[in-house]
């Protein structure tokens, strides 16, 4: 929980993840592995196998919902336009940083323009959107010049505050467990299996992909030798879904169509083996980096799983019971045969 709990106070919004992908690479490295990164900026290590004739990608995305400075407005508050899937009315309130291309960070907070109930009659009715909410920025400005003399400008990315938080009942809730947990569960997974010496059954590429937010996270730089692709993201949470925060969930389809049947019902099959609290799930609003590698037209199996997140893109939370059944089903995964071997 630690790990994951370091990830969501790192600020990674997509196209801005250099500084935790620095972290984990040098994760990796103390654990005598090598990483390089592809030219989208997604780090990969790779696990050798017994067998490297069939190999296997499992991937899980650091990037997080974010934003960027779209407008400094002539009050020297900031309009945003948004990175990836948010919602406004989720980010109401939020505090955030706001990183200038100089190296300096600045705080604000994002808030709707008309947020004083005492100026604005209808301020609990006017619709949440981009031209109603701003930035206001921590810093004695008044006016579009002030803000520049700060060296904020149109294109300087915003990264949302996590309010990370662990309870004693064995709950995290913060922004961005989405993918954080599942990068967590990677990054402990990899540590295990390199201090106790477990060989894997075949060569795995372990990819940290930094793009999923916006689509194309990890559709490139797949070996041939790949048969196998699994995304290690999240499992929704909602009216008519099965999954829930204390279990792994397994997803059969989602906005992009199935997932590869048989290795879902491999992951079901060792989660049954192994008397893992699981769900089987269907995400009608959703994509991964597996279902985007397909699009992009590699020929691999693929599958998708997660730990079930509350609140999906907003305030999320999760059990550690969930963190543990995921890293369990993809360390038996691991061990298991590909499908047709």
């Given at each position: 929980?630690?790990?994951?709990?370091?990830?969501?106070?790192?600020?990674?919004?997509?196209?801005?993840?250099?500084?935790?992908?620095?972290?984990?690479?040098?994760?990796?490295?103390?654990?005598?592995?090598?990483?390089?990164?592809?030219?989208?900026?997604?780090?990969?290590?790779?696990?050798?196998?017994?067998?490297?004739?069939?190999?296997r990608m499992v991937t899980a995305h650091v990037d997080a919902l974010g934003a960027m400075v779209k407008e400094i407005k002539a009050n020297g508050r900031l309009k945003l336009a948004l990175i990836g899937g948010s919602r406004w009315n989720h980010l109401e309130g939020e505090y955030c940083q706001i990183f200038s291309a100089d190296g300096k960070t600045y705080k604000g907070t994002i808030l709707m323009h008309q947020t004083s109930v005492h100026v604005y009659k209808d301020s609990g009715s006017v619709e949440r959107s981009g031209d109603n909410m701003e930035v206001r920025v921590?810093?004695?400005?008044?006016?579009?010049?002030?803000?520049?003399?700060?060296?904020?400008?149109?294109?300087?990315?915003?990264?949302?505050?996590?309010?990370?938080?662990?309870?004693?009942?064995?709950?995290?809730?913060?922004?961005?467990?989405?993918?954080?947990?599942?990068?967590?569960?990677?990054?402990?997974?990899?540590?295990?299996?390199?201090?106790?010496?477990?060989?894997?059954?075949?060569?795995?590429?372990?990819?940290?992909?930094?793009?999923?937010?916006?689509?194309?996270?990890?559709?490139?730089?797949?070996?041939?030798?790949?048969?196998?692709?699994?995304?290690?993201?999240?499992?929704?949470?909602?009216?008519?879904?099965?999954?829930?925060?204390?279990?792994?969930?397994?997803?059969?389809?989602?906005?992009?169509?199935?997932?590869?049947?048989?290795?879902?019902?491999?992951?079901?099959?060792?989660?049954?083996?192994?008397?893992?609290?699981?769900?089987?799930?269907?995400?009608?609003?959703?994509?991964?980096?597996?279902?985007?590698?397909?699009?992009?037209?590699?020929?691999?199996?693929?599958?998708?799983?997660?730990?079930?997140?509350?609140?999906?893109?907003?305030?999320?939370?999760?059990?550690?019971?969930?963190?543990?059944?995921?890293?369990?089903?993809?360390?038996?995964?691991?061990?298991?045969?590909?499908?047709?071997?």
């Amino acid at each position: 929980m630690q790990i994951i709990y370091d990830l969501v106070n790192t600020p990674s919004p997509t196209g801005f993840t250099d500084q935790i992908l620095d972290q984990i690479e040098d994760y990796l490295a103390k654990l005598g592995l090598a990483s390089w990164r592809n030219n989208k900026g997604g780090l990969i290590t790779t696990l050798p196998g017994k067998s490297s004739e069939k190999q296997r990608m499992v991937t899980a995305h650091v990037d997080a919902l974010g934003a960027m400075v779209k407008e400094i407005k002539a009050n020297g508050r900031l309009k945003l336009a948004l990175i990836g899937g948010s919602r406004w009315n989720h980010l109401e309130g939020e505090y955030c940083q706001i990183f200038s291309a100089d190296g300096k960070t600045y705080k604000g907070t994002i808030l709707m323009h008309q947020t004083s109930v005492h100026v604005y009659k209808d301020s609990g009715s006017v619709e949440r959107s981009g031209d109603n909410m701003e930035v206001r920025v921590d810093e004695k400005v008044d006016s579009a010049n002030d803000v520049r003399k700060l060296g904020i400008n149109v294109g300087d990315f915003v990264a949302f505050d996590p309010r990370a938080e662990i309870t004693e009942s064995g709950f995290i809730k913060s922004r961005h467990l989405d993918d954080k947990a599942s990068v967590g569960i990677l990054m402990y997974l990899i540590q295990a299996i390199r201090e106790n010496d477990i060989k894997l059954p075949y060569t795995t590429h372990i990819l940290f992909s930094n793009h999923e937010e916006v689509g194309y996270g990890g559709n490139s730089n797949i070996p041939n030798q790949v048969v196998e692709y699994l995304a290690v993201d999240m499992g929704a949470i909602g009216d008519g879904q099965t999954t829930d925060e204390y279990s792994v969930s397994i997803c059969a389809m989602d906005s992009s169509g199935p997932y590869n049947y048989h290795l879902r019902q491999r992951l079901v099959d060792l989660a049954e083996k192994h008397q893992l609290n699981y769900k089987v799930d269907i995400y009608p609003y959703y994509g991964s980096d597996a279902s985007a590698a397909l699009r992009a037209g590699h020929d691999i199996i693929h599958g998708l799983i997660g730990p079930g997140i509350d609140a999906s893109h907003a305030f999320e939370r999760t059990h550690v019971e969930a963190i543990i059944n995921t890293a369990k089903l993809v360390y038996y995964y691991l061990l298991s045969p590909i499908i047709n071997d």
